[in-house]
């Protein structure tokens, strides 16, 4: 998505991307401090699960945008490219997941953050999307 | 699914945009579509024929039709 060129790109891909870039500078501003407090500070419970909710949000709200730009995408080319790139992303981080879990519980790997997977997914989409269009230059 | 698709653009002198804009989807929908990498939707099958005044058969090749002629 990212590497389609301004001009070339859809209504949809643009609003998306508009929207993408400002969830990313909500979690650049939102996830330092709340990392520092959770190092320097002695919090409660209550508070930490409403921080944990905090950094969470610009990421759910990525893939709420995807939702969106799904159902506002009216070119169905680009609809299925998208569809297609999601589902490719979504198998092999899930089945990378569970490897690397089942790994982890025999000892072999270390334990990895759950929050690494929608970063997974995300690079995971980028190199399929990189992929299919070097693919599409060199047919 | 092979069509007569860019020989049918190249006979009105249109590009591959033009094209696009008349069907409101993207010039790289248009490319996909020539090049058979993308079958497009019945409904967008059925602009493409209303634009050219064609049937949907006279410009998309059925795949089963286009194997029995290759038997």
């Known amino acids: 998505m990212f590497a389609a060129k301004q001009s070339d790109a859809t209504p949809a891909q643009r609003a998306h991307i508009r929207r993408t870039l400002w969830l990313l500078l909500a979690y650049v501003i939102i996830l330092p401090p709340l990392v520092w407090l959770r190092a320097h500070r002695h919090i409660s419970d209550g508070i930490l699960m409403v921080m944990a909710a905090l950094a969470a949000l610009p990421v759910l709200g990525m893939f709420a945008s995807w939702g969106r730009y799904l159902s506002d995408e009216r070119d169905e080319y680009h609809q299925a490219v998208t569809l297609r790139r999601i589902a490719v992303a979504t198998n092999a981080t899930m089945g990378a997941a569970v490897v690397w879990g089942f790994l982890q519980a025999f000892g072999v790997m270390p334990l990895i953050e759950a929050y690494w997977i929608p970063f997974a997914w995300v690079v995971m989409q980028g190199a399929f999307g990189c992929f299919a269009s070097f693919s599409r230059r060199e047919s | ?71």
């Open chain 2, 1 to 71: 699914m092979e069509n007569r698709l860019r020989v049918l653009r190249a006979e009105r002198n249109w590009s591959q945009q033009d094209l696009g804009e008349r069907l409101e989807v993207s010039r790289q929908s248009i490319n996909a579509i020539e090049t058979g990498k993308y079958d497009p939707s019945l409904p967008l099958a059925f602009r493409i024929a209303e634009l050219f005044e064609l049937p949907i058969e006279e410009i998309f090749v059925s795949p089963s039709r286009r194997s029995s002629k290759a038997i």
